[in-house]
């Protein structure tokens, strides 16, 4: 009876599927995983990278997919649709990945970007959050805000890549003791590395001793 009240749906498109499955067999062949030979620092494949190794504050961040086709429709859904069951399906496979990439490191907490608080009431959950609070349970590690985003900070879509990283600079700051400590920072898709440089770089001067990234998606030059 539930399943005919709550069908189970696509995270991606939102096509009624069957049950104990997240994709259907369309949006699964447009997944693209990102595979292969990868950059340590950013987390693309070598031939896609255009990072030169930037002076970013974090060790080295990792994605799961790409950001086009499906993995770019699960985020559409999930945030501007105001799904947040979708972060079951997103969390999950970051920590896959999670597990298989930073094998041997042991974090001592999970911390998020944070959004504006005006945004965070509008959709009524922060996204980057949600996934964080799921990784650190799949991962029994415990969950922190360790970062405040402060006003006058604008949205980073239509900015080029220099601008993004003046945009966030100053945006962010740490409000946890974080002295000595490995941090897994979360946030759900990587552009240019600015938002997520940034945090770490706060973290940093907070006193943490490594900050390491993981998305779920990230994005690619045509």
């Known amino acids: 009876m539930i399943s005919y009240i709550f069908p189970n749906k696509c995270v991606c498109c939102g096509k009624i599927i069957a049950e104990k499955i997240s994709l259907c067999d369309d949006c699964r062949k447009r997944l693209y995983r990102i595979d292969g030979n990868i950059c ?8 896609y990278c255009t990072c030169k190794r930037a002076d970013n504050a974090y060790e080295r961040n990792v994605s799961v997919f790409r950001y086009d086709g499906a993995a ?9 649709g105001k ?12 920590s896959m990945l999670i597990e298989r990439e930073y094998d041997g490191i042991s974090f001592d907490c999970v911390t998020f970007v ?6 965070e009431m509008r959709r009524g959950f922060n996204h980057a959050e949600l996934i964080a609070k799921r990784i650190a349970d799949n991962l029994g590690l415990p969950m922190r805000p360790l970062l405040k985003r402060r006003f006058g900070f ?21 409000v946890k003791n974080v002295r000595g400590m490995t941090v897994l920072l979360i946030d759900d898709v990587i552009t240019t590395g600015a938002t997520l440089g940034e945090c770490a770089g706060q973290l940093k001067s907070a006193g943490a001793a490594a900050v390491f990234g993981a998305t779920f998606a990230s994005t690619y030059k045509k």
């Not at 770019?72 to 501007?80: N, S, T, Y």
């Not at 069951?85 to 999950?92: A, D, L, R």
């Not at 944070?114 to 945004?119: D, E, F, G, T």
């Open 40 to 47: 340590r620092y950013c987390g693309r494949e070598q031939a």
């Open 72 to 80: 770019a429709d699960a985020v559409k859904r999930f945030k501007m």
């Open 83 to 94: 799904i947040p069951q979708i972060s079951v399906y997103i969390s999950n496979e970051m």
């Open 114 to 119: 944070p959004m504006a608080r005006i945004k």
């Open 154 to 174: 604008y949205s980073q879509k239509s900015l080029n890549s220099a601008d993004r990283f003046k945009n966030v600079r100053g945006k962010f700051r740490a």
